[in-house]
């Protein structure tokens, strides 16, 4: 490990031999699954063994559905009837225990997805400030519910309640971040769950186990490992999901619903692909649209569903666009996560660089040309991101969500020309819009906002401030995962209702008064 400074060197193996069931940390002694880094430890380039993982199959699926289930236990169990305050206390002393892991999740997060210091430092950061918020937010939403309502002679306490049980898989480029903005609203509703890790990214859970066995009760969150098809499809054959909540492929969604043998009574919380574009206008700020068009196509190397995956640039400007564009492209520097100004690091798919050229092979076979000088060069473990242009309807690259580091661009000369391309997409996630003439900005934006759910002025798409909607139209998503919406998400309106007469009043006033009830009750959080 010579060639890594001592401070992100893994020094020791982490197999890690426990998953968390009704619990426990119970030992596995099964088959393991070995997990490697594309990032190399030694001068001649070789995959790095960083440790294993469980594989799992359809007995330890069943035994995290009967934890998860007797957990929830037709709503009586202790987590779904617990007073509001007590589970905000779980979680305050999850996120307590969680920031003192700080270093080691942050070193995962490199060697595992290849994610550049800053990165996996803000992802870790943003996360715990997620559960903080998040806290606050059920705080606000409990205080605005404890009270009752008075309608037409019914007195009524409405409530949002937990929706049962929720099989929980996150995306492996934030394996932190976005895993946990499903997780944690999930749980702090009431729900109880059951969390597989993705296939990369999975390690970085592992110093977190532990926090999340001794901060909630038993069978409240439960965490296996292994296939998809292992593991999450017999989760799903047993009809006891309630929520399926995930943030990946629309292939896997769709094969994990049609395994459920009672889908209308399956919620779906999904987040989903894109193909998000960029519309550079005429009289754009091209310093400004080709520093965010960078930012928002090859941050982590592309690898994030509001990556900017296709570039519509006004005929007038778009020779000038292409070169200044191309020669920024080239200007940015690939290294390890920890090396300074590294912007572009190792993919942590060993197939995605094969793939990526095969985008590239197919748009120059039909007419497309790589504009930029190291666009396509290999390295072991990299493809280094390829501009190219002009790209039509006939390549790939147009239809598939890249994931990765090519970056396609599209000339136009009438702004109808991308927005019939985006109402024909499968996907609505977001766009950005570059210009600054307003007569031709306003009509566009109410246009856009029907066909996407975000429309970015003159700067990349993204997914915060998490206080923001996230959702998308079509085939990009199935709810929404701002802060507030989230709670929602994970949970349903209840509520109890009386006739206003002086016998129902009395007992609903001895309830009160008495505290016996976690549900009707009227007290403030601060």
Request: proline share 6%; aromatic share 8%.
């Amino acid at each position: 490990m010579s060639l890594i400074p001592e401070e992100y060197q893994i020094k020791n193996l982490i197999n890690q031999d426990t998953y968390l069931v009704n619990g426990e940390l119970k030992q596995w002694t099964g088959q393991t699954t070995p997990v490697f880094s594309t990032i190399s430890s030694t001068e001649k380039y070789t995959p790095t063994l960083l440790g294993s993982i469980p594989f799992m199959a359809e007995k330890e699926a069943a035994e995290v559905v009967e934890a998860a289930n007797g957990a929830y236990n037709k709503g009586q169990g202790l987590w779904p009837t617990m007073k509001v305050v007590d589970r905000i206390k779980c979680m305050e002393n999850f996120v307590k225990q969680m920031k003192e892991t700080r270093e080691e999740v942050v070193k995962l997060l490199m060697w595992e997805i290849g994610k550049n210091l800053g990165d996996s430092q803000k992802e870790f950061d943003r996360t715990v400030e997620y559960i903080y918020d998040t806290i606050a937010s059920y705080k606000e939403l409990n205080g605005r519910s404890s009270h009752f309502e008075k309608v037409q002679g019914v007195n009524a306490m409405i409530r949002r309640g937990p929706l049962g049980v929720v099989l929980c898989l996150g995306p492996y480029n934030y394996p932190l971040n976005e895993t946990f903005s499903l997780l944690i609203p999930a749980l702090i509703m009431g729900n109880t769950v059951i969390f597989k890790p993705a296939k990369h990214g999975v390690l970085c859970i592992s110093p977190l186990l532990e926090a999340f066995r001794s901060s909630f009760p038993k069978g409240v969150i439960n965490i296996v490992y292994g296939r998809g098809r292992e593991v999450a499809s017999p989760i799903m054959k047993s009809g006891k999901i309630d929520v399926l909540a995930l943030i990946g492929n629309s292939k896997s969604a769709i094969a994990l619903q049609d395994q459920h043998p009672n889908k209308n009574r399956l919620r779906l919380i999904l987040g989903l692909e894109a193909k998000n574009p960029a519309i550079i206008l005429p009289d754009a700020d091209l310093d400004l649209a080709i520093q965010e068009c960078i930012a928002g196509s090859l941050s982590f190397n592309g690898q994030r569903c509001t990556a900017l995956k296709v570039l519509y640039v006004h005929e007038s400007i778009v020779e000038e666009f292409n070169k200044r564009f191309s020669e920024k492209v080239d200007g940015l520097i690939f290294g390890n996560p920890w090396e300074k100004g590294a912007s572009l690091t190792p993919l942590p798919e060993t197939e995605k660089p094969n793939y990526i050229q095969g985008l590239i092979d197919d748009a120059t076979s039909k007419g497309a040309k790589v504009l930029n000088e190291k666009g396509g060069k290999h390295t072991e473990n990299y493809i280094f991101p390829a501009v190219l242009y002009p790209v039509n309807k006939n390549m790939r690259v147009y239809h598939e969500e890249q994931f990765g580091p090519v970056v396609p661009i599209i000339s136009f000369k009438d702004i109808d020309e991308p927005l019939e391309d985006m109402a024909e997409s499968n996907y609505g996630q977001q766009v950005s819009l570059f210009g600054k003439d307003i007569k031709t900005i306003a009509p566009l934006i109410d246009a856009l906002v029907n066909l996407v759910c975000r429309v970015n002025l003159n700067s990349s798409c993204q997914r915060g401030p998490d206080a923001f909607p996230f959702t998308g139209r079509k085939d990009s998503a199935v709810g929404t995962l701002s802060i507030p919406d989230a709670l929602r998400s994970f949970s349903i309106r209840t509520f109890v209702a009386s006739k206003d007469i002086d016998y129902n009043n009395e007992i609903l006033q001895e309830l009160l008064n008495s505290k016996e009830s976690n549900f009707i009750n009227t007290d403030y959080i601060l």
